[in-house]
């Protein structure tokens, strides 16, 4: 993709303009929203017309030992928010949805799915203990701990042409959108919503013919 490059510098400096912007750190975690986009130049979006797109969003992947895959989806509560949102986004650039398996077959595939990381840590004390008038005070042992954690992630929106071939058996992708704060614990997907208009919002080249 030719404009990676370029959208990555752009990416790295509007992360020293936001640290400009909050000198003494973010306020709200919505101020560390990213939306990221990029596509292939010579891919012609305007020539196309029909797209698909599954009913569920992957959020992770497992490989078990026999070999099996196993897939775990979004709940649908918001699953199906997210999804709405992707699909009035698109038709109102001019794509229709169809099913991945008419004929003739859709002119791109767009795959939504999300990543997502867990950071633990870790704190803990002492209590006092007084060892009277000439032992003086204390720490008491063994200390206590506590154990939190927080998770974020990213959903990744991807289009690519199921009509052509690569040499690693898979579509070329001919658009990438990143938005990440999705995950954010608070069971509200609004930043998502607002994350993927911008998305399209900034990908003006979609709108078809």
Known sequence: MKRLLTYSLFAALAGLGLAGCYPGGPEYTEDLDVVYTTYDTEFDF???NTYAMPDQIVTDVQITN???TIYEYMK?????QILGKIASNMAA???TRVDISATPKPDV??????TSSTTYYYSYWYDWWYGG???GWGWYYPPSYTVSSYTTGSLIM???DPNLDSPINSSPTAWVGVLNGLLSGSG???RALTGIDQAFAQSPYLKTN
């Open 46 to 48: 305007a020539g196309r």
């Open 66 to 68: 026999s070999g099996d």
């Open 76 to 80: 649908p509560v918001y699953a199906d």
């Open 93 to 95: 650039l001019g794509w």
């Open 109 to 114: 595939l767009l795959s939504p799915a999300v």
């Open 133 to 135: 008038y000439y032992g």
């Open 158 to 160: 991807t289009i690519a």
């Open 188 to 190: 509200n997907v609004n």
